[in-house]
């Protein structure tokens, strides 16, 4: 059995619609045609069905936050884990909800910030462009960066950016923890590939036998650094 752990954003999917990844989608759906693919993304339920993919086995969801089984049910182990990020961030998630919204109004930056909740406690901040725009969110990172740097819970929220936007989730909930555990629930002798365009996906890509990246990927162009000279 091959199992894929694969993020879609900027593989098989750009919400912007700014990219064609159509050919990239091809080879894909052509190499890894006889696998079981499960997405690894920060897109909801909802959202995934605008993927041009089939995913018939586990999913996992929402940055972490959300494992479902192969027959569509969230994982009841998963869920108390989650829920226990979850009562452990409630004050912060609910604190950095406020902040976002102030930096986004005294900053006119135009963004959509919504509050995931589950279980009437806040789960998620998503800060989104509705036009795809980047400068909008660099100056909401940038002030939210300098936020949690200076916040007593620096500690218990982590910030995120990816072609979706900006998110401040649980600092506990992490794709790579996601994807930990489904190896563990995978019959034994699984291969394992994983795939992803996304800088933040490298510690969940480190988890699988082979990691396959796009040739466009950021990390893959950055400057190399320079040596140090004596």
Request: charged content about 20%.
């Amino acid at each position: 059995m091959t199992a894929v752990f694969l993020n879609p954003l900027g593989t098989l999917y750009d919400p912007a619609q700014t990219a064609d990844l159509s050919h990239l989608a091809s080879g894909l759906g052509t190499l890894l045609g006889q696998a079981d693919l499960i997405p690894v993304t920060g897109l909801n339920e909802e959202e995934l069905l605008a993927v041009p993919a089939a995913f018939t086995s586990w999913q996992v969801l929402e940055y972490g936050a959300l494992i479902l089984t192969p027959d569509g049910q969230e994982d009841a182990a998963w869920r108390r884990l989650t829920l226990e990020a979850q009562a452990d961030t409630e004050a912060a998630l609910s604190l950095a909800a406020q902040a976002a919204g102030h930096l986004n109004a005294l900053g006119q930056l135009g963004l959509e910030v919504t509050v995931t909740e589950r279980q009437g406690r806040p789960l998620l901040v998503r800060l989104r462009d509705p036009y795809g725009l980047a400068l909008a969110l660099d100056q909401a990172q940038a002030g939210l960066t300098e936020w949690l740097e200076d916040a007593p819970f620096r500690q218990d929220l982590r910030l995120t950016r990816d072609p979706l936007g900006l998110t401040l989730l649980p600092g506990a909930i992490r794709p790579e923890r996601a994807v930990n555990y489904l190896l563990g629930e995978l019959p034994a002798g699984t291969w394992t590939l994983g795939v992803s365009a996304q800088p933040d996906d490298r510690a969940f890509l480190a988890l699988c036998d082979m990691a396959l990246v796009p040739g466009s990927s950021s990390w893959l162009n950055a400057p190399e650094p320079e040596e140090e000279r004596d």
